[in-house]
Nanobody, 124 residues
Framework: QVQLVESGGGSVQAGGSLRLSCAAY????????VGWFRRAPGQEREGVAVIDSVGITRYADSVKGRFTISRDNDKNALYLQMNTLKPEDTAMYYC??????????????????WGKGTLVTIAS
């Protein structure tokens, strides 16, 4: 069983930056498809960015050029650097992981393991 714990959320002004972290416990996620998803108030959950086991990254169009996903397999961790934040980035952000590496993409529907989320609020 993999447990995921997010941190790094907070409240910043538009144009600012935040770095989210996700620590994995219980099992190595080095070979997993891992990623960040978010759910804004009143909206469906959407994929933000994913990274596969060989480091290939994919992003939602809405965050391309502003967000960067990375992983540190030695630390069994996942990160999301968010720059040039906009009010529409306000959401609960979740990290997720899945040993099934086929179709590692932000539009992927199912991921096996989820964290409880960290709240990001962007003030205009």
């Amino acid at each position: 069983q993999v447990q995921l714990v997010e941190s790094g959320g907070g409240s910043v002004q538009a144009g600012g930056s935040l770095r989210l972290s996700c620590a994995a416990y219980g099992y190595s996620i080095a070979t997993y498809c891992v990623g960040w998803f978010r759910r804004a108030p009143g909206q469906e959950r959407e994929g933000v960015a994913v990274i596969d086991s060989v480091g290939i990254t994919r992003y939602a169009d809405s965050v391309k050029g502003r967000f960067t996903i990375s992983r540190d397999n030695d630390k069994n961790a996942l990160y999301l650097q968010m720059n040039t934040l906009k009010p529409e980035d306000t959401a609960m952000y979740y990290c997720a992981a899945d040993p099934r590496v086929a179709y590692c993409h932000p539009t992927r529907v199912g991921m096996n393991y989820w964290g409880k989320g960290t709240l990001v609020t962007i003030a205009s």
